[in-house]
């Protein structure tokens, strides 16, 4: 099992290909960027966050699993 700090640091990772990425949906956005072309960035970006919230969803396993071991101390 993954620890807080691991989840944590893939979130951050995740959170800066997102960032790293942005300049390509601006771009789309002022029609920069065709549809077709800003389509292997729409995918992508849509894998990040689905990752992000999955490991989101861990972190709160884990508070919530720390939280009754506490309670039971």
Known sequence: ???????????????????ATDYKSLKHA????TDAEYEPTRVKRAEYRQ????????????????GQVAENE
């Open 30 to 33: 002022d029609g920069a960027l």
């Open 1 to 19: 099992m993954r620890t807080r700090e691991e989840i944590e640091a893939e979130i951050r990772g995740l959170q800066q290909l997102l960032a």
């Open 51 to 66: 990752q992000i919230n999955e490991l989101q969803e861990a972190l709160e396993t884990i508070e919530t699993t720390e």
